[in-house]
């Protein structure tokens, strides 16, 4: 049997309950993320990858993420042995060792290496890839119209490849059902899964040449059937009808002797076809063979309960001591499910750490999310509290625009809060140049155990597509005593690829501070007493004579921001929405900035003043304009997900997503966008790294003989400088990152000379008038044409 990934556990509080929602904190509420949330606030970023159904993988037309995702999951379980009890050989299943099969023959594809990078990312202590690869199914399967496929969780990944033995379309009927059989599945079942899996997407010619001719279809991808974005059941009405486009069941695969689909939807003349030919039928057998193939698992896991959305949840709950030490700031969100009803308003009511009844907590709407089949409603707080009673439970009170007011106690036992250490963040931080990471805890003196600081820290495989994860604990140093609590601090120094990605706890004994993330750090750590670390009892206003002071919802008394959010206005702008790039130019093309290190939502309305819209992507990327580019679009809330690194309460855009400002009235501007945008005179269109001078604006010819070329061409050198491609941009970053420029009159020879001035060994020109520089390339994702020097 496979090797199993030792799963790092770390403590938290997850009671059995015969309640509709889980007891909280469960195991399971990050995936519960995953699944529920996909846009809007709060929303990780996973399922905006499918939705819509149609999103291409990595920008490329001619392949889709839903359909890669389906099939990841279908090649991972499908070398599935259930006889291996008593054969002796390797279980298989759901268990992610496909990261470890890229190489086989049997994986053909990009589509395998980009969906295992992507679940890399999300990839945690408490979510496993092979729980990723079988979610990401579920939610592939419903964006694209099909049924809810329920999801279980509790998979563990394999350390190692598995057998062969995916199905491969020149096999026999005999040889596809004794390989069906072998993963749990009988002749109907198996025609059921290949007619549930081939209803989106198709096939590509690069792939599998003796199935598709190269050139006869768009993108060299010929679709299973002609909805190619639809989970329906085209798939079989089609082929029963005789009007297949299937390349699976005709054309070229005829004369190669590889219709794998004709094959196994004729295992039984056709008979199982006949029946899921109506959409009812369809969707409903393939939620349930889906689910069964993405409950095949090794006998050694155990399986949960489905996942369900909480119809209330807190998130990000977080106790801080504040200056002096006699009380605490208590902020946090409550995440209410408004799928079959409407809220008005949501309260706290707290027990203190004795026991004794304190008081009430008023929170304000701080943002809204949906999911696939459901809508959601956070609502955000900001308490000061008394360091010595401090709490220890609430409960939620839920009035709903009915009038009715329900009150959730987490299954009779509150929603537990431990105040026996936590994170003090505004004294922590992270340095993004150096990788140092500074945490700084209080600890109650009463404590008989003194902190550590547990990481979990992943590291990147060059042979593999996901990273590696492994826990490490540090201790921490005790420093000065504040009230009640005596400070700890330790430090420790992350690589360039943990810095946004290393979660970490901190315990004293069994009190634990859970699941922070250094994304969610400072760049400088505050002196204790500062007003960084005092700010959040600034602006509280008092609602009884308890030791609670709580936010409301006037202006005067707003609740300060813990998490990232969405910014209304900022300087004069208004927020319009989270914008895509424009098609073949820039959304914003008038003038652009970068600064990776320091950010901020103010910092890029303050270079674009003067213009009528301004922008962030990629993180540090500002961009400004009069007009919209060709093409840019509005998209979902949610996919600007990127924190800006100079406040981590602020969205920076994303990949190929503005987070776009301009006018109140201009709301609608994606209606009416230009084809072409002006270049300012009141503003310089340079565009400017942190670490870059203004570029110079003078150009060099070549002193080559050559005849005089008659359109566009491609040198193989620019003076000392050899073209190495053209290459696509960076997940997450640019490509090349020493310093960036951009002027109109942009040549390849003004870019080499700027790139030479700052002694890059790599540049590259992009969108036309964009050029970048860097000594070494990253990780590559647009296109970007790259020269390096000799």
């Known amino acids: 049997m496979k090797g199993l990934l030792a799963t790092i556990v770390w403590l938290g509080l997850c009671l059995p309950s015969t309640f509709a929602d889980p007891t909280w904190p469960a195991s399971t509420d990050e995936l519960e993320d995953f699944m529920f949330v996909t846009t809007g606030f709060g929303a990780s970023g996973l399922a905006s990858k499918v939705i819509p159904c149609s999103n291409p993988a990595d920008g490329d037309p001619g392949r889709r993420t839903s359909a890669e995702w389906i099939r990841v999951a279908f090649h991972d379980m499908s070398t599935a042995n259930i006889y291996a009890a008593t054969t002796g050989s390797v279980w298989g299943g759901i268990d992610a060792s496909l990261m470890y099969e890229l190489n086989s023959g049997e994986n053909i594809g990009a589509g395998f290496n980009t969906t295992l990078t992507t679940y890399g990312q999300f990839f945690s202590t408490r979510t496993s890839v092979a729980d990723l690869i079988a979610l990401g199914l579920s939610l592939a399967t419903r964006s694209c119209g099909g049924p809810i496929v329920p999801m279980k969780t509790g998979r563990i990944d394999a350390t190692a490849a598995g057998p062969i033995g995916v199905p491969q379309p020149q096999n026999s009927l005999f040889t596809f059902e004794n390989q069906f059989l072998r993963m749990g599945f009988n002749t109907s079942e198996m025609i059921y899964l290949v007619a549930c899996g081939h209803t989106v997407g198709g096939v590509h010619a690069g792939n599998f040449p003796t199935i598709v001719t190269a050139g006869t279809f768009a993108n060299d991808y010929a679709p299973f059937d002609d909805t190619l974005d639809v989970f329906d059941d085209h798939i079989s009405t089609q082929y029963l009808a005789g009007t297949t486009v299937d390349p699976l069941a005709q054309g070229p695969c005829v004369g190669s002797t590889r219709c794998s689909d004709k094959t196994t939807f004729g295992g039984d003349n056709n008979a199982t076809l006949k029946t899921i030919n109506t959409p009812t039928t369809f969707n409903s057998i393939c939620g349930t063979m889906l ?13 949960g309960s489905a996942l369900a959305p909480y119809t209330v949840k ?45 008081d009430t907590i008023t929170t304000t709407l701080a943002g809204t999310a949906s999911g696939l089949d459901d809508t959601f409603s956070f609502y955000g707080f900001s308490a000061t509290l008394d360091s010595t009673t401090s709490i220890s439970s609430f409960t939620i009170q839920v009035t709903y625009t009915t009038g009715a007011v329900t009150t959730y106690n987490n299954n009779g036992v509150g929603y537990l809060v431990q105040d026996s250490v936590m994170l003090l963040a505004p004294q922590s931080c992270l340095d993004a140049a150096t990788g140092n990471m500074t945490i700084v805890a209080a600890v109650r003196s009463t404590s008989a155990t003194a902190p550590s600081l547990n990481l979990a820290l992943k590291t990147a495989r060059s042979t593999v597509p996901a990273p590696s994860l492994a826990s490490t604990s540090l201790a921490m140093t005790a420093g000065s005593t504040v009230g009640p609590y005596t400070l700890y601090s330790t430090s420790t120094t992350l690589t360039s690829y943990q810095l946004t990605n290393t979660q970490f706890n901190v315990t004293a004994g069994t009190a634990i501070d859970m699941f922070k993330t250094s994304s969610g750090l400072g760049t400088t750590c505050s002196p204790f007493g500062s007003s960084a670390s005092s700010s959040s009892s600034s602006t509280t206003s008092h609602v009884s004579t308890s030791s609670v002071t709580s936010s409301t919802s006037t202006t005067s008394s707003q609740p300060t921001q813990t998490t990232p959010a969405i910014k209304p206005t900022i300087s004069g702008y208004t927020y319009l929405g989270c914008y895509t790039e424009g098609t073949n130019v820039r959304a914003l093309g008038s003038a652009a900035y970068y600064d990776y290190s320091t950010m901020t939502l103010e910092e890029c309305a303050a270079d674009c003043a003067g213009y009528t819209y301004w922008g962030v992507e990629y993180g540090g990327e500002c961009y400004c304009g009069d007009s919209l580019g060709a093409g840019s679009v509005i998209a979902p809330a949610g996919d600007c997900s990127f924190i800006c690194p100079g406040n981590t309460l602020e969205y920076c855009g994303a990949g190929n997503r503005l987070e776009l400002y301009g006018p109140a009235s201009s709301s609608s501007s994606s209606s009416t966008q230009s084809t072409s945008i002006s270049v300012s ?20 010819s070549s002193t080559s003989a050559s005849a005089t070329p008659t359109g566009p061409s491609q040198p193989a050198s620019v003076g000392n400088w050899t073209f190495v491609g053209c290459q696509t941009e960076a997940t ?47 990780a590559i994702h647009t296109n970007t044409a790259v020269l390096q020097i000799d």
Do not use: H
């Open 314 to 358: 807190p998130y990000s709950l977080q106790l801080t001591l504040l200056a002096g030490g006699t009380s605490i700031s208590f902020t946090g969100n409550i995440r209410v499910r408004t799928t079959n009803g409407a809220v008005s308003s949501v309260q706290l009511t707290y027990l203190d750490r004795t026991g004794a009844a304190g």
């Open 681 to 700: 005179t009141s503003k310089p269109s340079t565009l400017v790294s942190s670490t870059s001078t203004k570029p110079s604006t003078s150009t060099t």
């Open 291 to 303: 689910q069964r193939m993405i409950e095949v698992v090794p006998p050694t896991v155990s399986l």
């Open 732 to 778: 997450n970053s640019r490509a090349l990152t020493l310093a960036s420029f951009a002027y109109d009159s942009m040549t390849l020879e003004s870019c080499a000379s700027n790139c030479t001035s700052v002694s890059a060994t790599l540049f590259g020109t992009e969108y036309g008038r964009e050029l970048t520089a860097a000594w070494y390339v990253e």
